[in-house]
C-alpha cells in the first residue's frame, strides 16, 4: 500500500440548475490534494463551495490552486469566496494562491479586479494547451462539446518517484469525433454524466452514450459526477447506484466505477501500486 496520502474529495457530486438552486445534492466542485499535501487544488466551485469546506472539515487556506472549466455557475458561482477563503487573514495584505482558468472568463469582467489582485498568480488557457504548474504537476486541456461558452477539460499529469501519473476531468460535455483518444492513457477518469439510461441532453452526456466512450478509454478507475435532476430528485429518488452498477456490467471488472458522494474521499492511488 502506498504511503502518500492523496485523494480526491468530492464536495458536491451534483451539477445543472436543479441541484445548484435546491442543493438537493452539492454543487460545490472537488478537492484534490496531491504530494502529501504540497498542493490542494480546488476544481469547479460551484454554489455550496463554502459550506461544503466547512462541513467536510477541509482548511480552505491550504488551497493553492483554483481551477476552472467553464463559467456556467453551477462550476463558477463561489469562485470569488474562494479566492478570499485561501487567504492568510481577512487583511488580504498578502496575494495568495494561483487561478487557472479559460481565456474568456478572465477577459469576460465576471471576475472583476479586487479578487484578481488576491491572487498571486493567474493562468489563462484555451483549448488543447500544456502548462507547466509546478516541476512535478502539469496539465493538459482538451477540447469539450458543450455549447459556446469556452470550455475546457483538464489532464493534470504527476511525477511521482514511482512514475508518472494522470488525472483526467472531462468537465460538461457530449461526444464528439475524439473524445476517447483525448483520455486514453489516464490512470482516473472523472466524468461529468448528467443523465441516467438513454436520456439524452445535448452538450452532456447520459449513461448509456458514456458506456462505449469507458470501454475505450479504459482506465483503471472511473469517478462519476455532476448527476443531475434525472438521476435525483425529490419525486424519482436517487438513481445512481443502479446506474453505477449497470455501468459496471457493462464494462467488467477491469475497470473500478465509482458513484460519486457528497463528501466523498477517494484514495485513488490505492486502486494502483504506487
Same mark, same amino acid.
Given at each position: *500500500?502506498?504511503?502518500?496520502?492523496?485523494?480526491?474529495?468530492?464536495?458536491?457530486?451534483?451539477?445543472?440548475?436543479?441541484?445548484?438552486?435546491? !442543493?438537493?445534492?452539492?454543487?460545490?466542485?472537488?478537492?484534490?490534494?496531491?504530494? #502529501?499535501?504540497? %498542493? !490542494?487544488?480546488?476544481?469547479?466551485?460551484?454554489?455550496?463551495?463554502?459550506?461544503?469546506?466547512?462541513?467536510?472539515?477541509?482548511?480552505?487556506?491550504?488551497?493553492?490552486?483554483?481551477?476552472?472549466?467553464?463559467?456556467?455557475?453551477?462550476?463558477? *458561482?463561489?469562485?470569488?469566496?474562494?479566492?478570499?477563503?485561501? !487567504?492568510?487573514?481577512?487583511?488580504?495584505?498578502?496575494?495568495?494562491?494561483?487561478?487557472?482558468?479559460?481565456? /474568456? =472568463?478572465?477577459?469576460?469582467?465576471?471576475?472583476?479586479? %479586487?479578487?484578481?489582485?488576491?491572487?498571486?498568480?493567474?493562468?489563462?488557457?484555451? #483549448?488543447?494547451? /500544456? %502548462?507547466?504548474?509546478?516541476? +512535478?504537476?502539469?496539465?493538459?486541456?482538451?477540447?469539450? #462539446?458543450?455549447?459556446?461558452?469556452? #470550455?475546457?477539460?483538464?489532464?493534470?499529469?504527476?511525477?511521482?518517484?514511482?512514475?508518472?501519473?494522470?488525472?483526467?476531468?472531462?468537465? +460538461?460535455?457530449?461526444?464528439?469525433?475524439? %473524445?476517447?483518444?483525448?483520455?486514453?492513457?489516464?490512470?482516473?477518469?472523472?466524468?461529468?454524466?448528467?443523465?441516467? +439510461?438513454?436520456?439524452?441532453?445535448?452538450?452532456?452526456?447520459?449513461?448509456?452514450?458514456?458506456?462505449?466512450?469507458?470501454?475505450?478509454?479504459?482506465?483503471?478507475?472511473?469517478?462519476?459526477?455532476?448527476?443531475?435532476?434525472? *438521476?435525483?430528485?425529490?419525486?424519482?429518488?436517487?438513481?445512481?447506484?443502479?446506474?453505477?452498477?449497470?455501468?459496471?456490467?457493462?464494462?467488467?471488472?477491469?475497470? !473500478?466505477?465509482?458513484?460519486?458522494?457528497?463528501? *466523498?474521499?477517494?484514495?485513488?492511488?490505492? =486502486?494502483?501500486?504506487?
Amino acid at each position: *500500500m502506498t504511503s502518500i496520502s492523496d485523494e480526491i474529495i468530492i464536495l458536491g457530486s451534483a451539477g445543472g440548475r436543479f441541484h445548484a438552486a435546491t !442543493q438537493l445534492r452539492s454543487t460545490g466542485g472537488i478537492i484534490l490534494k496531491l504530494f #502529501n499535501g504540497k %498542493y !490542494q487544488c480546488h476544481l469547479d466551485p460551484g454554489p455550496g463551495a463554502i459550506r461544503d469546506l466547512r462541513d467536510y472539515k477541509i482548511n480552505s487556506r491550504l488551497t493553492t490552486h483554483i481551477f476552472l472549466t467553464h463559467a456556467h455557475t453551477d462550476h463558477s *458561482m463561489s469562485i470569488p469566496i474562494i479566492i478570499e477563503a485561501l !487567504q492568510k487573514d481577512f487583511a488580504y495584505h498578502e496575494p495568495r494562491g494561483c487561478l487557472i482558468a479559460p481565456t /474568456e =472568463y478572465l477577459e469576460s469582467g465576471e471576475l472583476n479586479s %479586487y479578487y484578481k489582485n488576491l491572487l498571486q498568480t493567474i493562468i489563462s488557457v484555451n #483549448n488543447s494547451n /500544456e %502548462y507547466l504548474i509546478t516541476e +512535478d504537476f502539469s496539465i493538459k486541456t482538451v477540447p469539450t #462539446n458543450h455549447g459556446k461558452l469556452q #470550455n475546457v477539460g483538464f489532464i493534470f499529469s504527476l511525477k511521482y518517484p514511482q512514475r508518472d501519473f494522470k488525472i483526467a476531468f472531462t468537465s +460538461d460535455t457530449a461526444n464528439f469525433p475524439g %473524445y476517447t483518444s483525448l483520455y486514453r492513457g489516464v490512470d482516473v477518469l472523472v466524468a461529468n454524466v448528467l443523465r441516467p +439510461d438513454n436520456s439524452f441532453c445535448r452538450g452532456h452526456l447520459c449513461v448509456e452514450e458514456f458506456i462505449p466512450l469507458l470501454k475505450e478509454i479504459s482506465p483503471k478507475l472511473c469517478i462519476l459526477i455532476h448527476f443531475g435532476a434525472q *438521476m435525483i430528485n425529490p419525486i424519482s429518488g436517487d438513481r445512481v447506484d443502479d446506474q453505477i452498477k449497470k455501468i459496471k456490467k457493462a464494462v467488467g471488472p477491469a475497470i !473500478q466505477v465509482i458513484g460519486g458522494k457528497d463528501g *466523498m474521499h477517494v484514495p485513488f492511488l490505492e =486502486y494502483f501500486e504506487i
